[in-house]
């Protein structure tokens, strides 16, 4: 569960969170925007729930103190500050119009929203993760309630929009994060820290797993994050058919085996590879082997697509 409290100011989004994944903690952010509408850059702090003028000692190792961006000469440049020290991470990329993030700061979607009618966020979009880098950003604007979110890692995510492009609710279901998410009037988010901060820390909900056999003198290895059902419809809402799935959560799922393989007739060298599904209603489901390395989300390129 997250609250989250902005305000969009001429050029400036900024704003409150306070969240239990992947522990308690409270994130302050501020971004600024050029005359484009991409980012320009960003400052995104985490603090200790019970007292916000004390930066977050993550228990979990996931949540820096600091996070900022600078967008410069082509280069995003991310200076990331932790328990030790900082990481300067850069990646050469024309824009950059949304932060990515496991925890996604929702205001930025407000913002983008406000620009979609008329294109006026132009061509060449772009999504940067810290970790995983920069990718291609499709946004749509399918009906006058409706615009639709494309960020490279994830299915898309559909926003339902009001009057002056307002968000009202938000639906992820289906894509890496697969949540829902409403607009609600305003609130004091500081009446709900105190409750956040006695939750237990989440960590990784879906932690690494792995299988490993013999069929026919061949090994099979396969790795994966192993997501729990938690009372959850999985296949056909969380799982949609028809679309592609990871087999998994987080990374992409793997499969390694030290024989080539022959499945209906195609030729599959022995080696390691990423595992892609399209589950289907009538149990038909489609398997696709994908050779990219560190694969996130439900993100396939189809230039290291196998079969």
């Not at 620009?115 to 132009?122: H, I």
Request: net charge neutral.
């Amino acid at each position: 569960m997250s609250i989250e409290t902005f305000t969009i100011s001429g050029r400036c989004l900024f704003g409150r969170a306070i969240h239990l994944f992947p522990e308690p903690h409270s994130q302050q952010f501020l971004f600024e925007y050029d005359e484009k509408g991409s980012i320009s850059s960003l400052d995104i702090q985490h603090y200790d729930l019970t007292n916000t003028s004390i930066p977050l000692e993550s228990k979990t190792g996931f949540l820096p103190y600091t996070i900022r961006m600078r967008h410069h000469h082509d280069t995003i440049h991310f200076l990331i500050t932790n328990q030790e020290g900082i990481q300067e991470i850069k990646y050469p990329a024309n824009r950059m119009d949304y932060l990515g993030s496991w925890i996604p700061i929702f205001g930025q979607w407000q913002y983008l929203s406000s620009l979609t009618p008329n294109n006026q966020l132009g061509d060449g979009l772009t999504y940067a993760n810290k970790t995983l880098g920069v990718y291609e950003l499709d946004l749509k604007q399918e009906s006058d309630n409706t615009v639709v979110f494309y960020g490279g890692l994830s299915m898309p995510l559909t926003f339902f929009v009001g009057e002056n492009q307002k968000i009202d609710s938000i639906s992820g279901i289906g894509s890496a994060w697969n949540f829902e998410i409403s607009r609600q009037n305003p609130i004091d988010i500081e009446k709900f820290a105190g409750v956040f901060a006695q939750k237990p820390v989440l960590g990784v909900v879906s932690p690494r797993d792995s299988f490993a056999t013999i069929i026919n003198d061949t090994e099979f290895k396969i790795t994966y994050f192993r997501p729990f059902k938690r009372n959850r419809k999985i296949f056909g809402h969380i799982v949609p058919y028809n679309r592609v799935w990871r087999a998994g959560a987080n990374w992409a799922t793997k499969i390694a085996f030290d024989q080539d393989l022959s499945i209906e007739g195609i030729s599959i060298p022995k080696g390691t590879y990423n595992i892609f599904t399209i589950p289907r209603e009538n149990n038909q489901w489609t398997l696709i082997l994908n050779t990219e390395k560190n694969a996130f989300g439900q993100c396939i390129s189809l230039a290291f697509r196998l079969c």
